[in-house]
T-cell receptor, first 110, second 111 residues
Framework: GEDVEQSLFLSVREGDSSVINCTYTDSSSTYLYWYKQEPGAGLQLLTYIFSNMDMKQDQRLTVLLNKKDKHLSLRIADTQTGDSAIYFC??????????FGAGTRLAVHP | EAQVTQNPRYLITVTGKKLTVTCSQNMNHEYMSWYRQDPGLGLRQIYYSMNVEVTDKGDVPEGYKVSRKEKRNFPLILESPSPNQTSLYFCATNPGGGGYTFGSGTRLTVV
């Protein structure tokens, strides 16, 4: 069935770049998403990319999509302590749902 | 301001006592859905609705009911809650492509 996988933890030093990786199985996914969840909070849409794009940049965020390998990545430049959160990768499963990964916990240390 | 509003934010209940979690959106979106979030599993879809009076099961519908009598509201009903339904619940809407908007979540504990 449809599946999205991502690593569970990432630790980076403040000021460095963070790269969170994700793989998905459904090649028909039209949109791929990155959501951020801070402790005790809901899901914040960070960015999304249409499947016919290779890259999308939005300020400190860069999304790369390798459709052939079904690989999505999120790069956060100049990572700050406020970026500490859980990051979810999600793929659209048709019009009616999102398939989520388990989430990557990003820890930013001084 | 575009919003998805869930109530309550926190709920502790006992096994078997019926409860309803409400969800309301002000974006006039036809599509609404419910997800549950569990550690290590990400979010999984419970039910979705493509329009008024049109609902369908997601990946984990057992133990849940929904209704869609009007476009803005999509309540989640647990007729007889059990401890394995202890979870964090999210309501979401989508305009028909692009980004999904999620509510702030409802943390449910069933004892």
């Amino acid at each position: 069935g449809e599946d999205v996988e991502q690593s569970l933890f990432l630790s980076v030093r403040e000021g460095d770049s963070s790269v969170i990786n994700c793989t998905y199985t459904d090649s028909s996914s039209t949109y791929l998403y990155w959501y951020k969840q801070e402790p005790g909070a809901g899901l914040q849409l960070l960015t999304y990319i249409f499947s016919n794009m290779d890259m999308k940049q939005d300020q400190r965020l860069t999304v790369l999509l390798n459709k052939k390998d079904k690989h999505l990545s999120l790069r956060i430049a100049d990572t700050q302590t406020g970026d500490s959160a859980i990051y979810f990768c999600a793929a659209s499963g048709g019009y009616n749902k999102l398939i989520f990964g388990a989430g990557t916990r990003l820890a930013v240390h001084p | 301001e575009a919003q998805v509003t869930q109530n309550p934010r926190y709920l502790i209940t006992v096994t078997g006592k019926k409860l309803t979690v409400t969800c309301s959106q002000n974006m006039n979106h036809e599509y609404m859905s419910w997800y549950r979030q569990d550690p290590g599993l990400g979010l999984r879809q419970i039910y979705y609705s493509m329009n008024v009076e049109v609902t369908d099961k997601g990946d984990v519908p057992e133990g849940y009911k929904v209704s869609r009598k009007e476009k803005r509201n999509f309540p989640l009903i647990l007729e007889s809650p059990s401890p394995n339904q202890t979870s964090l619940y999210f309501c979401a809407t989508n305009p028909g492509g692009g980004g999904y908007t999620f509510g702030s979540g409802t943390r449910l504990t069933v004892v």
